[in-house]
T-cell receptor
Framework: DTEVTQTPKHLVMGMTNKKSLKCEQH?????MYWYKQKAKKPPELMFV???????INESVPSRFSPECPNSSLLNLHLHALQPEDSALYLC???????????FGSGTRLTVV | QQPVQSPQAVILREGEDAVINCSSS?????VHWYRQKHGEAPVFLMI?????EQKGHEKISASFNEKKQQSSLYLTASQLSYSGTYFC???????????FGTGTRLQVFP
């Protein structure tokens, strides 16, 4: 299995909702990442997990809450989002942080 | 801090060559290159870990000049499938952060 699987593919949520994005990989990668990408812009780093521990939080607002329950799974919990949070959310993994990343196909989030 | 890529956009005919540059204001540990097609996820092309290293991947190769804090991606005899946006990603020595460059949109026409 050489894929990173993200669910759901599309999500529309209201500003008072709570939702979660899920990311799964079975490649034995020990580093996992969340990136946010706006249209026609590069991906922006949000969080880095290395060996299941949060190693980097890029000053992301607390309405985004990451979780790494085990080495294969990464979640992003969303609460009280703003319309400007609408974007493509990409999960990626790598063997270790120094290696090339495998990206999932992303969750396209719309906040209404 | 974000690496700057040039040019911003390139239009090619099939079979033509292109060079995409990536420049950083910080000393680099490594450089990644990715291609992202419209509506899809970025796809890893290659990583350069040593200064002066050149790596190849089919007709796509790259170089890394550590002293100049630059990397270049070379696309030769371009194919329609090369169309997409190319991003470099740079890591410095002190963190696990991979920061993506500004991007270069490449379009190849028949």
């Amino acid at each position: 299995d050489t894929e990173v699987t993200q669910t759901p593919k599309h999500l529309v949520m209201g500003m008072t909702n709570k939702k979660s994005l899920k990311c799964e990989q079975h490649m034995g990668h020990r580093a996992m990442y969340w990136y946010k990408q706006k249209a026609k812009k590069p991906p922006e780093l949000m969080f880095v997990y290395s060996y299941e521990k949060l190693s980097i939080n890029e000053s992301v607002p607390s309405r985004f809450s990451p979780e790494c329950p085990n080495s294969s799974l990464l979640n992003l919990h969303l609460h009280a989002l703003q319309p400007e949070d609408s974007a493509l959310y990409l999960c990626a993994s790598s063997q270790v942080p120094a290696y090339g990343y495998t990206f999932g196909s992303g969750t396209r989030l719309t906040v209404v | 801090q974000q690496p700057v890529q040039s040019p911003q956009a390139v239009i090619l005919r099939e079979g033509e060559d292109a060079v995409i540059n990536c420049s950083s204001s910080k000393a680099l540990y490594s450089v990644h290159w990715y291609r992202q097609k419209h509506g899809e996820a970025p796809v890893f092309l290659m990583i350069l870990l040593k200064g002066g290293e050149q790596k190849g991947h089919e007709k796509i190769s790259a170089s890394f000049n550590e002293k100049k804090q630059q990397s270049s991606l070379y696309l030769t005899a371009s194919q329609l499938s090369y169309s997409g946006t190319y991003f470099c990603g740079t890591r410095d020595y002190n963190t696990d952060k991979l920061i993506f460059g500004t991007g270069t949109r490449l379009q190849v026409f028949p």
